[in-house]
């Protein structure tokens, strides 16, 4: 079965530390796999995709092929970083519908 | 620049009334989307429609129905609504690639 896993729904951390938001999915074949962000009182927006391998404000996601996982992670959270983080995948069919986690909320404080 | 618009923004609805929700694109996409999000339950997906002229089923259709009306306009009907039906619903398009472009929501209450 295709599905996305978040196990933390709330993830709250100081200001400076390090994050980690976890991701894990099953899926039989090569998937693309996406973090997507929304802020408050704002609409979900594309944070990142692995197949950039690109850095985004700071937080950067690699793909772990054995272990099926996209950890998200930022060296050194803001209080601007605090928002709700959805993983999702992509089969790669021509539909490209995706498969959401339930969401990890980041609070970062002061 | 509005990319995807969806209206209305709120709605209140009684058990057994039927209301359309409407999203427009302004990106040429090919692809549109319908979730709805609920707490802890992330994004489902209700129905797509890959291109003009074609709609599926998505994770979860029962009790919508979906009408593709052209490139840019892809609208999701409840025709009769249930308190299960309360949700915040999300419209969102795709063009060439994978990634999905999402409206402001629409914030659905079934008394």
């Known amino acids: 079965a295709q599905r996305v896993t978040q196990p933390e729904k709330l993830l709250s951390v100081f200001k400076g530390a390090p994050v980690e938001l976890k991701c894990n999915y099953s899926y039989s074949g090569s998937p693309e796999l996406f973090w997507y962000v929304q802020y408050s009182r704002q609409r979900l927006q594309l944070l990142l995709r692995?197949?950039s391998r690109e850095s985004i404000k700071g937080f950067t996601a690699d793909l772990n092929k054995g272990e099926t996982s996209f950890h998200l992670k930022k060296p050194f959270a803001q209080e601007e970083d605090s928002a709700m983080y959805y993983c999702?995948?992509?089969?790669?069919?021509?539909?490209?519908?995706?498969?959401f986690g339930s969401g990890t909320r980041l609070l970062v404080r002061p | 620049n509005a990319g995807v618009t969806q209206t209305p923004k709120f709605q209140v609805l009684k058990t057994g009334q039927s209301m359309t929700l409407q999203c427009a694109q302004d990106?040429?996409?090919?692809?549109m989307y319908w979730y709805r999000q609920d707490p802890g339950m992330g994004l489902r997906l209700i129905y797509y429609?890959?291109?003009?002229?074609?709609?599926d089923k998505g994770e979860v259709p029962n009790g919508y129905n979906v009408s593709r009306l052209n490139k840019r306009e892809f609208s999701l009907r409840l025709e009769s609504a249930a308190p299960s039906q309360t949700s915040v619903y999300f419209c969102a398009s795709s063009g060439s690639g994978t990634t999905q472009y999402f409206g402001a929501g629409t914030r659905l209450s079934v008394l």
């Open positions: 429609s890959a291109s003009e002229g074609t709609t």
């Open positions: 692995h197949i």
């Open positions: 999702a995948l992509s089969g790669m069919d021509s539909s490209y519908k995706l498969i």
């Open positions: 990106m040429n996409h090919n692809s």
